[in-house]
């Protein structure tokens, strides 16, 4: 049986991972900056992960929601302590589209509302909902399609009050992601936040902080929407909270209660991915890694500014992104096949940077110089070729 040809892959097979770094079949090592796609937190197989998953698979890895799991309990009470959300309520799901897809039908149970403000180029998931408010025509199928949903200008505040004082009391939600990631490190300003907070109190909408990439501490706060100082109805979460291991949840304030049946997994919250998360948050309270993402990120941020050829160098903490011109458009291929070092990317010219949060100065270190020779050989057209 062939694999379903829908990813285009790098020729590259990696076969064991460490801290900020993978290797290839063949033992070659690579800097991972780009972090699995803004998956790894902690670091690749850092010892406390694999023994809290390894300890809890010995006991039992899943039973399903019609028990007490206590380890969920746990989780719930950590993940209040270290985000700041103590009275939100967590349901846990999978992935960071069913997270979404969960949070846009929440909203709608909530005020029994249909519409929905999302923003150009956003990114929320490939599910039906999720896939309906993530703003790329290409990968929304016919039976997607939805008048439900709105698509408004990034950080147009005009527009969004335009749009509340017309449609206001049909508005179930807005989504958002405090820094879009697969749109290209934009970031929503924190007067735009803190306008979506004040426009969905007056109107009874939802604000929806999807966190799936630029929370769990990546910008340097627990949550990117935290820079504005505003406290979203529900944050959706996925790629960091696990390192690895598939979990996901959304954190629902307090004013927006459950009913039984009202949402529902079979695999959500299961012993084995608690076990993940928990170790996770752990490992990010003790080794300080979201004071460490918002200092390396700076570094990173300050020294990008400083390297005349890239341009508008942006993000926050350790989710950043800078433009490419065209006479560098092989840096992201040249970094991986000549440097080793993976990195993201945005279509069209955007390299996008989203690493562990336990990266160091040495990582990063490493990471500006290889760049630094990278352009200057894409620059003086030295005859070491891509050997893609
Ligand atoms: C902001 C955002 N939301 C949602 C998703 C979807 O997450 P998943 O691929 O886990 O369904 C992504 C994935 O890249 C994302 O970046």
Redesign the pocket.
Known sequence: MKLFDVYPLNNIAITKASGSYVWDENGTRYLDMYGG?AVISIGHTHPRWVARIEEQLEKIAFYSNSVIIPIQKELAEKLGKLSGKENYQLFLCN????A?ENALKLASFYNGRKKIIAFNKS????TSL?VAVTDNPSIVAPVNETDNVVFLPLNDAEALVEYFSAHGKEISSVII?GIQ??GGINLAKDSFLQLIRQLCDESGAVYIA?S???GYGRSGEFFSHDHAGVNADIYTM??GMGNGFPV?GILIAPHIQPKHGMLGTTFGGNQLACAAALSVLEVIADEQLIANAKEMGQYLLDSLRNMDDLQSVRGRGLMIGFDVPAELKDLKKKLLFDYKIFTGEAKPNVIRLLPSLAITREHADEFLNALQEAIHELKTKNTVPVSA
């Open positions: 796609h992935s960071g589209a069913e979404n990114f929320h998931g490939r999720a992601e990631g697969v999807d799936v990439q630029c996925a790629k996901a």
